[in-house]
């Protein structure tokens, strides 16, 4: 790839979701916009490596795609069968098309971003395509990236991005910002997507690799650009902050061959200040906005408590028990209780820990993680520190034979190793 290619990428990188906002809020057809951005890309790459890039790419590559939209008017290519609707109203209307195109290349469009946000994150998509709509459209990686990540074929992530584009342009859902209540739900599915993303990046549920840095690096700029368009929304700053807390340990969370190190094992001395600043500022600002009994200030408030202790023993795990606590009257689960299983385990004992972890079983005596390996990798542990370790021992190969995870099997493995040794 040459060196004005590279440039192009970058530029790209940084201008597609502005780029595609704006022209969403014209045509109010996310699929269109899309489409017309690409065209522009494609413009950029033919006529860029010959006449140099532009000092300000942007406009350059909005008025290309507003020249393509014209143009698909002027042959009534705008895709008259798929968007007949759009199409008709923007017929016989070039001069009005032209200078809506012509305010956005002017006007300051983070309205524009954040329309695109709520639109690629809304309810009435499944989950899984409004992780891949924001990866694609907000975040800018190619659909055989988003693949990667996931580790499905890139022909199922096009399907799944299609038929997102599909289900948004069948609901014929106005493009625009929600107000009022609605505001404050669709930011919980927002942020929902954005730290599922994390999560997916920070411990990858199958693979090779215990985490996928690209993904966590995307979900922090995502909630670093969120906290800019909502300023006054205290879970924004809340889910930064946890990010934050959770990233500045990557570099220990790895050994020198690319194996998992869990946080008690790790060295602190590689968890990155700036990061961890990073995040207690953004919990402080969640705090000062009176958000710090919500989720995610619950939560990064559990992870600033870790951030806090300069070695593993000094970790007050009595406040994180009352955290997880509070977590658990705001928004019980299975992962929560099983967390807060943990903490009382390191708060009061192992035997305390397996209580708390028995208590989570159904009326019917099944656990609510049944078939999840982190349930019988933390029975073990408890177990193991118990002294029982034929139980131990037991509940280890357990999860050994449920994660889809190499990186973890190897991690549990060794576990079952040193408890074999121990008996």
């Known amino acids: 790839m040459s060196d004005v290619h590279r440039a192009i990428e970058a530029v790209w990188k940084v201008e597609s979701t502005r780029l595609i906002a704006a022209i969403a809020c014209v045509t109010r057809d996310i699929g269109i916009a899309e489409e017309l951005a690409q065209d522009a890309l494609v413009a950029a ?17 909005m008025t290309a795609a507003k020249r393509r939209a014209i143009d698909g008017l002027r042959r009534g290519q705008m895709l008259v069968q798929k968007h007949e609707e759009i199409a008709r109203e923007l017929e016989g209307q070039q001069e009005r098309f032209g200078a809506a195109m012509d305010r956005a290349l002017d006007e300051v469009i983070d309205d524009d971003v954040l329309r695109l946000v709520f ?15 924001t990866l694609r459209l907000i975040g800018g990686l190619t659909t055989a990236e988003i693949a990667r990540a996931f580790l499905v074929s890139e022909k199922t992530m096009g399907q799944r ?31 929902a997507v954005i730290y599922l993303i994390f999560n997916e990046g920070y411990t990858a549920t199958s693979g090779e690799e215990w985490m996928r840095a690209a993904l966590c690096d995307e979900a922090l700029r995502l909630g670093r650009m969120l906290v800019q368009l ?29 194996e998992a190190v869990l946080l008690p094992d790790q060295d602190r001395t590689l968890w990155e200040s700036t990061r961890i600043q990073q995040g207690m500022d953004s919990l402080e600002q969640a705090q000062r906005l009176g958000g710090e009994g919500k989720y995610y200030a619950l ?31 705001i928004a019980p689960s299975p992962i929560v209780a099983l967390n807060r299983a943990v903490a009382v385990g390191m708060a009061q004992g192992a035997a305390a820990g ?43 190969q357990r999860a050994i034979g449920i994660t889809q995870n190499v990186r973890e099997r190897e991690l549990l493995t060794e576990r079952l190793k040193q408890i074999e040794n121990s008996q």
């Not at 599909?166 to 910002?177: C, D, V």
């Not at 889910?239 to 990233?247: K, V």
Request: hydrophobic share 45%; aromatic share 6%; with cysteine.
């Open 45 to 61: 790459l033919e006529r860029w490596p010959e006449e140099g890039i532009p000092e300000n790419p942007a406009p350059w590559l």
């Open 119 to 133: 639109t690629a994150c809304h309810p009435v998509l499944a989950m899984e395509g409004r992780v891949a709509l």
């Open 161 to 191: 991005i299609f038929r997102a584009k599909k289900t948004l342009a069948e609901a014929k859902l106005t493009f625009e910002t929600p107000r009022g209540e609605e505001l404050k739900r669709r930011v919980t599915s927002v942020l």
């Open 230 to 258: 909502l300023p006054g929304e205290s879970e924004v700053y809340a889910l930064l902050a946890l990010m934050e807390f959770s990233a500045s340990r990557t570099a220990a969370r790895r050994g020198s061959k690319g």
């Open 299 to 329: 939560q990064a408030a559990i992870a600033a408590c870790h951030m806090r202790a300069f070695r593993a023993a000094e970790t007050d795990w009595e406040r994180i028990v009352v955290l997880y606590d509070a977590l658990m009257q």
């Open 354 to 396: 397996l209580a708390a972890l028995d208590a989570m079983a159904t009326p019917s005596g099944d656990s609510a993680l049944a078939g999840n390996h982190l349930l019988p990798s933390v029975r073990g542990d408890l177990l193991m520190k118990m002294g029982k370790f034929p139980e131990a021992r037991q509940e280890i």
